[in-house]
C-alpha cells in the first residue's frame, strides 16, 4: 500500500545531474551547516507523499547564484528535483526576516519543489504568477501544514482525480 494518496508521476530518477555541472559547490560548509540542510531535507521529505510527483530530492549548497537568490531549482531535474542553496543568502534572508535559520532553509527548499512541480505540470515558470505560486506551495505549508488549495487541485487533475 501506498503512503501517497497518488501513484507518482515519476516513480524513478530519470537524469544523472551532478551539481557541479552548472554551479560551484560551497566548499566552506561547516559540518554543523550540512548538518543543518540535511535536517531540513529530512523535515521536508514528509510532503512529499502528499505531492505525489516525485520520490525524492537533492540539495547542495552552492556558491555564485545571483545575489539576493536564496535557493534555485535546476530546470530538466524534475524526476528527482535538485536544489541549489546560497548559504550566505539563507543566513541573510533569515536575519532579514527574523525566523530561524532552518525555517528559511525549509521554506526554501518546498518554494524551490514548487518550481519543480510547475514544470511537472507543464506551468509556465517565467509567467508573472510562478513565483507567488511557488511561494504559496511553502507558505501553506509552514502556516496550516496543508498544500495550498490551488496546488492540490492541480495535483488531483494531473492524477486524474
Known amino acids: 500500500m501506498s503512503n501517497t494518496p497518488y501513484d ?17 559547490v560551497d566548499e566552506r560548509v561547516t559540518q554543523d551547516q550540512a548538518e543543518l540542510l540535511r535536517t531540513c531535507e529530512e523535515n521536508v521529505r514528509e510532503i512529499l507523499p502528499l505531492l ?45 526576516y527574523d525566523v530561524d535559520i532552518d525555517v528559511a532553509t525549509e521554506s526554501t527548499i518546498i518554494h524551490e519543489l514548487g518550481h519543480a512541480l510547475q514544470e511537472a505540470l507543464g506551468i509556465d515558470r517565467e509567467s508573472p504568477e510562478a513565483e507567488e ?9 509552514y502556516n496550516h501544514g496543508i498544500i495550498a488549495p490551488e496546488w492540490a487541485n492541480l495535483l488531483a487533475l494531473a492524477h486524474g482525480k
Open 133 to 141: 505560486q511557488a511561494e504559496s506551495l511553502s507558505l501553506f505549508w
Open 52 to 96: 505525489g510527483v516525485f520520490r525524492d530530492f537533492t540539495c547542495t549548497y552552492v556558491t555564485g547564484l545571483r545575489r539576493g537568490i536564496v535557493g534555485c531549482y535546476v530546470d530538466g531535474t524534475v524526476s528527482h528535483p535538485y536544489i541549489a542553496i546560497s548559504r550566505r543568502a539563507i543566513e541573510r534572508a533569515a536575519a532579514e
Open 8 to 24: 507518482y508521476l515519476y516513480p524513478e530518477r530519470g537524469h544523472d545531474f551532478s551539481f557541479d555541472w552548472e554551479y560551484t
